[in-house]
């Protein structure tokens, strides 16, 4: 976002304030105890691009995770204190069996797949991403929704001891996003867990972060902790940061500009700084699978 906090963390907060003694062992500890992490088995799909994926080292160094700082090299830089073994995830709401479940409950039965999207941000620049994940629908139907559910809303862990960021006021923590329920049971929506093939690293939105191709990124919304089934439309981040700016539906469209800038064609990372820039495609080129589920909507009123 080139939305600017008012008073960002890193500016007040040295790094030493917040890294103490026991986060700084505790990281010792993990990095000399963990062997070579365990490959994960998962299916290839024909919902994959055929797109060169961006190397891992792109994927990790360039991210945006507000929790971690404003900066793209925040995340890799700062991340690695969160705890993410134990986790468990609240699912409430319109569901038949509520509950707060451990991960491995999460993703019990669910298979899992390489999804190879192009993921899209807002501010114009993309990647292509090798997930590990398993679609939301089949949690979704594990859980039972509810027939007076309409929306899922999630939310971030709320952790300011492992996350600097959320010290600073400058935005609303945690972390809120929300989709429709058709768009949630999309096939292409996925909850994922890993990417090369490997568990996904912290700055990514470890353990479990969401990822919906066709919508700008910041709607996937990462390490989450609470999914919930709710009637209405959800509250959401940055659409309550700023509602002219960013919209509830949030679907890329080379057609309608960010108000401060054009959405015609994005950067794509790692492609060089002349060779990179490429068109931007509707729904992030996958119009031909979802726009079904916008028909009859203005998506220019619906941003
Ligand atoms: N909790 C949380 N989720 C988040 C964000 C964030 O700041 N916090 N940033 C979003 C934005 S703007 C983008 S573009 C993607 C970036 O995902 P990546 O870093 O894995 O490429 O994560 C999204 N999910
Ligand atoms: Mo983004």
Known sequence: MRWKPDLSWSAVTPR?????RRQIMAGLATLTATPALARIEAAKSPLSTDAAP????????????????FGKSDPAAYAGSLTTDPWSITIDGLVDRPGSYDLADVM??????ERIYRLRCVEAWSMVVPWIGFELAGLLNR?????????????????????????SASMPWPYREGLRLDEAVHPLTILATGLYGDPMPKQN????????????????IKSIVRISLVAEMPRTTWNEL??????????????????????????????GL????????????????????YAG???????
């Not at 019990?108 to 797949?113: A, F, S, W």
């Open 108 to 113: 019990k039965d669910q298979p899992l797949e």
């Open 205 to 220: 939105g470890a353990p479990i972060r969401l990822v919906v191709p066709w919508k700008y990124g910041f709607k996937s």
């Open 16 to 20: 030493a304030d917040w890294l103490n």
């Open 143 to 167: 859980v039972g929704v509810q027939s007076g559910a309409k929306y899922v809303a999630f939310e971030t862990l709320l952790r300011p001891d492992e996350m600097p960021g959320q010290r």
């Open 54 to 69: 961006n190397s891992l080292e792109d994927i990790t160094s360039y991210n945006n995770f507000y929790e971690f700082g």
């Open 297 to 303: 909507m203005d998506l220019r009123t619906n941003y």
């Open 242 to 271: 700023q509602p002219q700016e960013y919209g509830f539906y949030a679907n890329v469209n080379p057609e309608v500009d960010h108000p401060r800038w054009s959405q015609a064609s994005e950067r794509r990372i790692g492609a």
């Open 274 to 293: 002349f060779g990179g820039r490429v068109d931007t495609l509707m729904f992030n080129g996958y119009a031909e699978q979802v726009a079904g589920l």
